[in-house]
């Protein structure tokens, strides 16, 4: 169905609680619910927005269409945890309210400030010829999670030679200053980043563009910037759109990814920085944030999705969750992701098999489920490929595998259920070349993430099986293998 402009713009002062529980009817009906990721209650999410830890808890807002799988007026939406792993939702933050955000509460962050938590975001607008205004605004969050939004915007003004895309700001706090990036385009049509800073995170002083070392011509636009220092190191993370397909790299519609190098010159705004490295080699990543806890661990999560493209849960009216957070260190120039150690408070019963494998599948008992972490080692091996199918049914498979000649993890969707999406290919691979490989999976009922030795490599995608789809397998072809295998059903 095509949506109109109507009706993708309609103020939710206009629905009445009867469309909403229709709705709701219609997402509970979907047979690809998942059930320990944050994902909409209706409607289409996209980007994390506003990741902070605050007052005790993890808070952590998304992009929201709460009327379908499109993309429409966007609002933030709130949900918090104590410990990453058990989220509540608290519903609406951010309404598209005023004409400063008429057309959309776009892509923000969060900064502690003065015992409140403050959420600077964009405020999308559209003029009588549908041409885009952007502003920077304000909004408050108080401990008792009440958010007040600014009257006026708090940088109000695209600078001299960019264009109107100009949105998601990311702040931080460095001495007494605090920053803000800000995903830019030239007036060339080529992608970048600037930065502002502030006192008060009122009053923003632009402060130029960020010169890192990708070229005039990295992309046509970038999204989602964010800039931190971990290990010694400064990392910026952003999601650069126009990148071509190169050999096994850039095969999704847009790109995640991040450069490591030293601490970004606040004063000039240099940084000096290795290669660009993507986040995520699946299909469904997107639009990143990261912030530090208490603890002082530097915690990503990630929109499991992209857009521009139709999923199907598209016709039980919702579309996307978010990654698993995954925490970050720096190693060799690149960042390593692990799952956040809380995710252990999910296991529930555990199974396990080993053995020398070879030019067969493991022989293994319990190994079945929809919704499960499941972790594999492989060490000692000379078979040419070896891995892990699973979600395997009738005709119905996803395969984690490595392939020993090429040298290259395989994430393969070709068989993995319903087809989505083919027009971007059914098969990732990365280069990783190890001694011993081991896949940590986290399976949920509509989605695989895979995180390759210890968080070097991470592939992330959805895949929409049958429901009697629950085998597991684990082969070797082509020489011998040792593997060790363990499997805990997720806790509901
Ligand atoms: C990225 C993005 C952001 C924007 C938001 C709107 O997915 O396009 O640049 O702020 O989504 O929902």
Known sequence: MEWTKEQRYRSMDDVTDEEIQGLARLVDQCPWRQTFHIQPVTGLLNDPNGFAYFNGEYHLFYQWFPLGPVHGLKHWYHTKSKDLVHWENVGLAIEPSNEFDSHGAYSGS???????????YTGNTRDENWNRHPYQCLAVMDEDGKVTKLDAPVIANVP??????????????????FYTVIGAQRENETGCVVFYRSHNLRDWQFAGEMKTELGEDFGYMWECPDYFELDGQGVFVFSPQGLEPEGDFYQNIYQSGYVVGRSLDLETGELSHGAFHELDRGFDFYAPQTTVDAQGRRILVGWMGLPEIDYPTDKNGWAHCLTL????????????QEPVAELELLRGEKVEGSGVLANDYLPLEGFEGEVYELNV?????????????????EGEK??????AVAKKVVFDRTHSGQAFAEEYGTVRKCSLEAETISFRIFVDASSVEVFVNDGEEVFTGRIFPGKNSTGIRIFAHGGE??????KWDMEK
């Not at 969060?110 to 600077?120: D, M, R, T």
């Not at 957070?325 to 390593?336: A, F, M, N, Q």
């Not at 996803?398 to 392939?403: A, E, G, L, S």
Request: net charge negative.
């Open 377 to 393: 080692e492989f060490s000692g091996s000379s078979a040419a490929e070896f891995g892990v199918e699973l979600r395997v049914g």
């Open 160 to 177: 001299e030679g960019y264009t109107e895309h100009f949105r998601d700001p990311k702040v931080w706090k460095a001495g007494d200053e």
């Open 110 to 120: 969060a900064i502690e400030h003065n015992g409140k938590l403050f959420l600077l």
């Open 398 to 403: 996803t395969v984690i595998k490595y392939d």
């Open 325 to 336: 957070p995954r925490e970050l260190s720096v190693r060799d120039g690149k960042l390593i």
């Open 481 to 486: 293998t040792n593997v060790k295998a363990v």
